[in-house]
């Protein structure tokens, strides 16, 4: 089935077409050796993709890898500082919470960074055993680039560090394991994979430790690193069924951006949003460069998005809107996948097209 339509949405997105042939085969068993090698070689380009650490494969979506290092590398009562800049930063909140942390949230105007000083500021108080914060912000298209800086004073600080990237990883310079504990990321995004996938990649250190401890007392069984870590580390395989034929289609992803080259692969998603920042009739969400994401662009629209994103929709171009308050107000544009470039091309001057006929 192909819908004909060009989809900018920041995820699910468009795949290489060698993905789609690679999705069309029969499971193998997830017991087998021919299994174990398609893992291994997975965990292995993740692990090169982040430059370090040890990759967790996870069936389920980015929520599912944000959940699971929640729950398994924070325990109940601990006391968490969210650096949040919108809706992903408040779920992340939300979900240390459900897990019994203790969570003092930070956050920003919409559209705007929360000044480092501000974080390293709270996390001198002391007392805090993690930090969490989301990388990309994909409601605001805000990319968080003080995160290895951040990392840095709450390590000094004693305190773990938790990054959801799951729609910055592959595409943006996402500071490495060892920087950060963990960085939790899913297929569907900047990696160009099926949707379905979970990954965190952790230090080694943290492997280790989820190996050998296992993880805090509550964690279901599914959000249980510690499992997961075990199944990888001593079989080369994952604690139950994983997707084996999505995990198919995931590795020829990850080949393509390998054989592309990771560094080039980031470089074409700052350069297509570039593209977009200048182009477009719109005025980006985020006014600070610095904090302008490379995998997705957010403008504000004068007219609602519903009729640009309609009228975009019958031109061949899915776009996403706003999220929370700003859905009405705002429109997404992805850099991320195997999009056609031309489509992007035509996007800043569609849209000038749709607002002229809307305003007229
Ligand atoms: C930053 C961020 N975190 C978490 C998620 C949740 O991922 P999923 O929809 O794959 O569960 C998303 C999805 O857009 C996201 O952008």
């Known amino acids: 089935m192909d819908s ?5 949405t920041p ?13 069309a085969a029969q499971p193998v068993s997830h017991r087998s050796e ?7 070689e997975t965990r292995g380009l993740l692990e090169k993709m982040a430059g370090g650490g040890r990759a967790l494969v996870l069936t389920g979506s980015g929520t599912l890898a944000v959940e699971s ?3 398994s590398l924070v325990g109940p009562g601990d006391n968490v500082l969210v650096v949040s800049h919108g809706e992903f930063g408040e779920r992340l909140a939300d979900t240390l919470r459900r897990r019994g942390a203790v969570v003092n949230v930070v956050e920003s105007e919409p559209g705007s960074a929360v000044p480092l000083d501000t974080v390293i500021g709270e996390l001198e108080k002391g007392g805090y055993d993690a930090v969490a914060v989301v990388y990309t912000e994909t409601s605001m298209g805000l990319s ?3 995160t290895a800086k951040l990392a840095e004073a709450a390590k000094a600080a004693g305190a773990r560090v938790l990054v959801d990237a799951v729609s910055a990883f592959g595409g943006e310079p996402v500071p490495p394991p060892g920087v950060v504990d963990a960085v939790a990321t899913a297929s569907q995004k900047a990696l160009a994979g099926p949707p379905g996938l979970g990954f965190v990649i952790v230090d080694e250190e943290v492997f280790e430790k989820l190996r050998s401890r296992g993880v805090p007392p509550g964690t279901p069984n599914y959000l249980d690193l510690g499992k997961v870590a075990r199944f990888h580390a001593e079989r080369r395989e994952t604690p139950y069924t994983p997707a084996v034929t999505l995990i198919y289609g995931m590795l020829e992803a990850l080949r ?19 593209a977009l920042y200048t182009q477009m009739p719109l005025e980006p969400l985020v006014m600070s460069c610095e904090h302008r994401a490379w995998t997705l662009a957010a403008f504000r629209t004068p007219v609602p998005s519903s009729i640009l994103a309609v009228k975009l929709a019958a031109r061949g171009i899915r776009v996403a809107r706003g999220m929370g308050s700003l859905k009405d107000r705002v429109i997404r544009v992805s850099t991320m996948g195997w999009s056609p470039e031309e489509a992007l091309n035509n996007l800043p001057r569609l849209v000038r097209e749709i607002l002229e006929e809307v305003e007229r």
């Open 69 to 71: 290092m929640a729950w």
């Open 144 to 146: 968080y680039r003080e």
């Open 4 to 8: 004909g339509e060009v989809l900018l």
């Open 256 to 274: 393509v951006i390998d054989e592309y080259g990771i560094g080039a692969w980031r470089e074409r998603h700052r350069r297509r949003a570039e």
């Open 34 to 40: 021919t299994f174990r090698r398609l893992l291994d």
């Open 11 to 23: 995820g699910p997105v468009m795949l290489h077409e060698r993905v789609v042939r690679a999705l």
